[in-house]
């Protein structure tokens, strides 16, 4: 027998030995079955061992009890696993569940059966109308399942039964259906003198067959997706995979349906709305090199792609590629890093790239192609700030005159509005007159918002709910109870009682349960079937949106009050991409912000859209503290059920912090959601220059402190977003 390291997929960061008969081939990256204490897991086979495992001796081993018939991980997988286990801190075992996408990749595929015609049989003893129409569908000799012919012929599952019986129709296996093949070539446009030298710079790249990335900036409108379809194009005809990035929610069909004019078909998608099923379908695929391009949310990263030749991460500046569960990456760095480790391509793309990207395009690191106009030639939107100080809202309403009156113009001329407020519900506050109190959470450090739809009190934070008090819970007034301040759903109703005749859609993440029910409404909205759409920002991202020429944010100044490095830069991204889809298809669109601030730096960047002054100032302003990315920060989350014990278990940790001259270890201090979930969270930050190997320290660090025993948790969030 000898020995075969193999990955657990749990929070443990080691391979186990297993014995396999000396004359049997497993490669690594093979999915074994082992016994692993009480149960039996599925593992991965590594290809080198964790020293302290080495010398377990050999006969305390047990043997691998099966080798599964999957796909093998490929080497770079493995790497590639290895790789963000030692940058997250992440136990390897959790990297490597992320890779295993599904259970359903485990499960052989269920065979379907369906029917298929007779060829010279019958007619049917009894014809009905039902039945006569099920075999006229059923002529073209194509097999379906029961389900669908039925519903295509408009008839009960149980006609359908009925002509098996006669021997019309015979059951037949359905074979599995397999991916089209996206054809380089099916559609091309002419393209611009700017676009045609992005379109060879980027075709070049994929030639290299090497890898390189590239920040492909360009304003909304300037055809980044049409020029970085040649790159997919390029990549297809040399016979690699294409890994197509967007945040999940900008996953919609419009996408989809561009990809198929372009390629002739769909590609595969990848998305936290597909069945298990599909999961296993989609996995296997690009283990197989069946699936040619796979368009997915920041997980598709780790599928087991073949011969991957290039990746794409759209809107590359996309707070939602941040993972903050179990293992927290950073989709885009993770990108480059694959990109990296399987020598191939990688094209960032944004109309508003995040500084850490714009700063490695200026220093050289990374290429940087600019599209600096819209293809349409129209200009981009005009932004006017509405200065609220000057030009209030009525008493109770939230939108100003300035604003109410361009939404008039605009419906005048049979256009779009949208209005954009990135707070969902309806008031984010519900407080008592007679006694003051604001009705918070009883779990969390934060107020419940007011869902008035669904006529609940929420928690954004845990989803507790409760209805609708009539009486203040503290004091027991009746009709005491006040909303303050606007969600979405206030502005909805604002805008029902202004324009009364207007056609409304709402789009708020938590009044659209799915994305195949997001997908209709955006549909909708391209084909004018509403007049003012009102939304968060799932509204921001990707869609485009012909009609709209006016766009009006309720609340420009939200966001910037924040303690996070990131406030300036998140809170002009979200304006200008949302202004941004103002008039893309004709005249120029207007952007009109509501703000208290309208001299704040980051205002006036949107209304002069002097995108690179902004840039310029951030970048200085990040340099100068020794943020990222001149800086390296990592936060440690320390939490439990009762205060004093998450509190002194934080101090601990910090007491034990090594010194070292260039690191500074800021706090413990209280979390400003300083109680989730009824967990108690207190918040340690590290901070390094950018040489420093900030990595090898916490990890010194770590194995220093007693691990958290009872319900402590102790969390580590390197290169953090989030620093509530
Ligand atoms: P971006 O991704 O930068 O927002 P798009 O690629 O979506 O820009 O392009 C904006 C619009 O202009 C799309 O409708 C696109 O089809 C069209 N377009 C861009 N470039 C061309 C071109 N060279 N030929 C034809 N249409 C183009
Ligand atoms: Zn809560």
């Not at 093979?30 to 149960?39: A, H, K, N």
């Not at 009190?457 to 989803?463: D, K, Q, R, Y």
């Not at 912000?593 to 840039?615: C, K, N, W, Y």
Request: hydrophobic share 40%.
């Amino acid at each position: 027998m000898r020995r075969l390291p193999v990955v657990i997929p749990v929070a443990l960061d080691q391979t186990y030995d297993y014995l396999v008969p000396r004359s049997a081939t497993v490669e690594p990256g093979s999915f074994v079955l082992v016994p692993f204490g009480p149960q039996h897991r599925i593992g991965v086979v590594w290809d080198r061992a964790t020293d302290s495992e080495r010398e377990v001796p050999a006969s305390k081993l047990k043997p691998v009890m099966e080798v599964l018939d999957v796909p093998a991980l490929p080497t770079v997988s493995l790497r590639f696993a290895e790789w963000i286990a030692r940058y997250t801190l992440a136990p390897l075992g959790m990297v490597v569940r992320m890779m295993m996408g599904a259970q359903a990749v485990f499960e052989p595929a269920k065979p379907r059966f369906g029917v298929r015609i007779v060829e010279g049989a019958p007619e049917p003893p009894r014809m009905t109308p039902a039945r006569k129409r099920a075999i006229e569908i059923a002529s073209d000799g194509l097999a379906r399942s029961k389900a669908t012919l039925a519903a295509e012929a408009g008839c009960s599952t149980g006609v359908i039964d009925g002509l098996v019986e006669a021997g019309v129709l015979v059951e037949v296996a359905i074979p599995e259906k397999r991916y089209p093949v996206p054809r380089p070539s099916h559609s091309t446009v002419q393209f611009g003198p700017e676009q045609e030298r992005a379109v060879h710079a980027l075709r070049s790249a994929v030639d290299a067959g090497n890898f390189s990335v590239t920040l492909l900036d360009g304003v909304t409108g300037s055809g980044k997706t049409e020029v970085y379809f040649e790159a997919v194009a390029r990549a297809l005809e040399r016979n690699r995979q294409v890994l197509i990035m967007l945040p999940e929610i900008a996953l919609t069909s419009q996408f989809l349906s561009r990809f198929e004019r372009r390629f002739g078909c769909k590609p595969v998608e990848w998305h936290s709305a597909l069945a298990s099923a599909e999961r296993g379908r989609v996995w296997r695929a690009a283990a197989t090199g069946e699936a040619r391009v796979v368009v997915g949310a920041r997980s598709a990263l780790f599928l087991p792609y073949r011969e991957l030749g290039l990746i794409i991460v759209d809107e590359e500046h996309d707070q939602g590629y941040k993972q903050d569960d179990r293992v927290h990456y950073q989709a885009r760095d993770m990108a480059v890093v694959r990109g990296s480790l399987g020598h191939c391509p990688v094209v960032l793309a944004s109309a508003t790239p995040s500084i850490e990207t714009y700063v490695n395009a200026r220093t050289g690191r990374y290429r940087h192609l600019v599209l600096p106009s819209r293809y349409s030639g129209t200009e981009l939107p005009e932004i006017e700030a509405i200065d609220l100080r000057k030009h209030p809202p009525e008493r109770g309403r939230w939108l100003s005159p300035v604003l109410v009156e361009a939404i008039n113009e605009t419906a005048a001329k049979g256009q779009q509005t949208l209005l954009f407020l990135n707070r969902r519900g309806y008031a984010p506050l519900t407080l008592c007159r007679t006694c003051g109190t604001r009705i918070e959470c009883p779990q969390c450090s934060a107020w419940l918002v007011e869902h008035r739809f669904r006529r609940k009190l929420t928690c954004h934070h845990c989803g507790f709910a409760l209805p609708v008090p009539e009486k203040c819970p503290k004091c027991g007034d009746a009709d005491s109870l006040v909303a303050c301040g606007p969600g979405v759903e206030r502005i909805a109703e604002e805008v029902m009682e202004r324009f009364p005749s207007a056609r409304l859609a709402l789009l708020s993440s938590d009044l659209i349960p799915s994305l195949t029910e997001m997908r209709k409404v955006i549909a909708a909205i391209e084909n004018r079937e509403a007049d003012i759409i009102i939304g968060t920002q799932i509204v921001a991202k990707g869609h485009h949106f012909p009609d709209l020429a006016t766009v009006g944010v309720v609340d420009g100044d939200l966001g910037l009050g924040q303690a996070d490095p990131r406030a300036a830069e998140r809170t002009f991204q979200l304006l200008h991409q949302v202004t941004g889809r103002a008039g893309r298809s004709f005249a120029q669109g207007r952007g009109l912000v509501q703000t208290h601030m309208p001299d704040h730096p980051v205002m006036q960047a949107i209304i002069s859209g002097d995108r690179e002054a902004f840039l310029d100032r951030e970048v200085s302003q990040r340099q100068a503290a020794t943020l990222p990315p001149f800086g390296r920060l990592a936060a440690l989350i320390i939490s439990a059920r009762q205060k004093e014990v998450a509190e002194a278990y934080a101090r601990q940790v910090v007491r034990q912090a090594p010194r070292a001259e260039r690191i500074e270890v800021l706090g413990p201090a209280e979390a400003p959601l300083a109680v989730i979930r009824g967990r108690h969270r207190w918040r340690i930050l590290v901070k390094s220059p950018r040489d420093v190997d900030l990595q090898t320290y916490l990890r010194a660090w770590l194995s220093a402190v007693p691990d958290p025993k009872g319900d402590l948790r102790l969390t580590v969030d390197i290169d953090p977003y989030n620093f509530l």
